[in-house]
Each structure stands twice: as structure tokens, then as C-alpha cells.
């Protein structure tokens, strides 16, 4: 596509509930992040798949939090039994590799709201 | 640890005028990149403009510009003949390594003032 796609924008649940956020990035993007932003926050560094390498996992603050990349394409965010505290804007961002000066293209983001 | 450094939560600056937004940041890398990117309302990012750390010049890019100083580790943004459409939160970036993920200051928040 011609941007970094994500869905849902928007999506409130419940309190213990899961929840699936997808991020569809450019076109033969082989990096994707994840970040997550709360209000009015900097961004939160949590996961970064560079193409066959084994994903960096080191920013997923607990062990509820999973994602997935499917080869060099669509990227899943997995929030387990969520909490209040999870409410926040999950971004994603893809660029054409290995960072090195490249710029990485951000999407604009789901919104997530635990009540 | 590299870290990335913003100061200043927030800032204002009337409209015609020039502002500039600091950051400060940690390395122990020669050879790397900085960023600048910009988050209006729309929640998009987008990118304002990047360095290349073995460059002497610093990057313009139109209204906006660097001033990068490798031996103090600092990158700041000017922003000349400041604009309404300029107001948003502003965001330092930086490689943890060459090939590595990207990570962001705290942000400093521009009001543009009419």
C-alpha cells in the first residue's frame, strides 16, 4: 500500500479481555516497530523485526504483551488480559531495511481504551 | 545506555518568529543518524529532518534546520518564521546502534502564538 495501514484506529474493551492490533507495513519494508504512546507521552520502544532476524523483544513491559510478523509483511500486536494501564496509542512504523539512516514511516495508530 | 534527551516539555513562540527545540543524546557510536519528527494533532508522525553524524554541515530542510554539535552531543531544531500549521509535539530520534531500533525522546510541545 502507499502508507504504513493499522487497524482498528479505535478500539475500547474490557478489563481481562485480549486484543489483536494489526499493522500492515509498506511494500518491501523489511523492519517494523512497534511503539507505544500514552497521553501525551513520548514513545515507548516495544518490538522490532528486522527481516529474518530474530525479533528484539527487549520493550514489551510484561509477558502479556506478544507480536508476530508474518515473513516481511503484516505484523500482529497481542495484548493478554488487559488492564487499565494498557490504554494508550500502539504505533507501528516500517522502513526499507536495517535502520542506517533510513527513515522509518510511521501509521497513524490504534487507540486503545481498557475500561 | 544511549539515551535521548529533550528538555523541554513544552515551548511557545509567536507566529513570524524563530524557535529552537534542544536535545541532547548518548553514544558511544561514531557513525550514526538523528532525527527530528514532528506529531501534530492528527496523531501522524511525520519526519522533519535528519543528520548524518560524519557530516560537518548541518541538514535544512526549508524552514527548518539543525545545529549539530558531535562533541557535545547535541541536536538541536530551529524552526524560522514559525507557522500555525507548526504547532505539535516534536520528537528527538536516535539508533540505539547502527542497524538498530530507533528510540525517542519525551517530546517538546510547540504553541504556535497568533
Known amino acids: 500500500g502507499a502508507g504504513v495501514s493499522q487497524s482498528p484506529s479505535n478500539k475500547v474493551t474490557e478489563k481481562g479481555k485480549d486484543v489483536e492490533l494489526r499493522c500492515d507495513p509498506i511494500?518491501?519494508?523489511?523492519?517494523l516497530y512497534w511503539y507505544r504512546q500514552s497521553l501525551g507521552q513520548g514513545l515507548e520502544f516495544l518490538i522490532y523485526?528486522?527481516?529474518?532476524?530474530?525479533?528484539?523483544k527487549s520493550g514489551l513491559p510484561s509477558d502479556r504483551f506478544s507480536a508476530e510478523r508474518t515473513g516481511e509483511s503484516v505484523s500482529t500486536l497481542t495484548i493478554q488480559r488487559t488492564q487499565q494501564e494498557d490504554s494508550a496509542v500502539y504505533l507501528c512504523?516500517?522502513?526499507?531495511?536495517?535502520?542506517?539512516?533510513?527513515?522509518?514511516?510511521f501509521g497513524e495508530g490504534s487507540w486503545l481504551t481498557v475500561v | 545506555a544511549q539515551t535521548v534527551t529533550q528538555s523541554q516539555p513544552e515551548m511557545s513562540v509567536q507566529e513570524a518568529e524563530t524557535v529552537t527545540l534542544s536535545c541532547t543524546y548518548d553514544t558511544s557510536e561514531s557513525d550514526y543518524y538523528l532525527f527530528w519528527y514532528k506529531q501534530p494533532p492528527s496523531r501522524q508522525m511525520i519526519l522533519v529532518i535528519r543528520?548524518?553524524?560524519?557530516?560537518?554541515q548541518n541538514a535544512t530542510e526549508n524552514r527548518f534546520s539543525v545545529n549539530f554539535q558531535k562533541a557535545a552531543k547535541s541536536f538541536s531544531l530551529k524552526i524560522s518564521d514559525s507557522q500555525l500549521g507548526d504547532a505539535a509535539m516534536y520528537f528527538c530520534a536516535f539508533p540505539m546502534n547502527r542497524d538498530d531500533k530507533i528510540i525517542f525522546g519525551k517530546g517538546t510541545r510547540l504553541h504556535i502564538l497568533p
Open positions: 512504523a516500517s522502513s526499507p531495511e536495517a535502520l542506517s539512516g533510513n527513515t522509518i514511516y
Open positions: 523485526f528486522q527481516g529474518n532476524s530474530a525479533p528484539d
Open positions: 511494500s518491501g519494508h523489511t523492519a
Open positions: 543528520q548524518e553524524a560524519y557530516k560537518q
